[in-house]
């Protein structure tokens, strides 16, 4: 069973910035396609990066692209989400998931393991 822990959300002013971290639990095999998806109050949750086990291949939703970064460090089972230029519409609980297939998917319903989420506010 891989767990999952994000951290990092918080409050901040328009045009900050944010990283988010996600640490897979030690007996994780670190060769998970990983996933950062949002949820805002009375919205679904929708997605907003990936990157597959090597780091090589990375997607993006086209609200953040060239704003947010997906990164990760296997050695650390983390993965990352660099936020910069945050706007209003950013804010929602954000949730790192994971699936063991290679391929990078946009669909929550195919990645098994999730995260408890984390709190990302952006004030105007």
């Known amino acids: 069973q891989v767990q999952l822990v994000e951290s990092g959300g918080g409050l901040v002013q328009a045009g900050g910035s944010l990283r988010l971290s996600c640490v897979a639990s030690r007996r994780a095999d670190s060769r998970l396609t990983m996933g950062w998806f949002r949820q805002a109050p009375g919205k679904e949750r929708e997605f907003v990066a990936a990157i597959t086990w090597t780091g090589y291949t990375t997607y993006y939703t086209d609200s953040v692209k060239g704003l947010f970064t997906i990164s990760r460090d296997n050695a650390k089972k983390t993965v990352y989400l660099q936020m910069n230029s945050l706007k209003p519409e950013d804010t929602a609980v954000y949730y790192c998931?994971?699936?063991?297939?290679?391929?990078?998917?946009?669909?929550?319903?195919?990645?098994?393991?999730w995260g408890q989420g984390t709190q990302v506010t952006v004030s105007s």
């Open positions: 998931a994971g699936r063991h297939l290679a391929i990078i998917s946009k669909s929550g319903s195919e990645y098994p393991y």
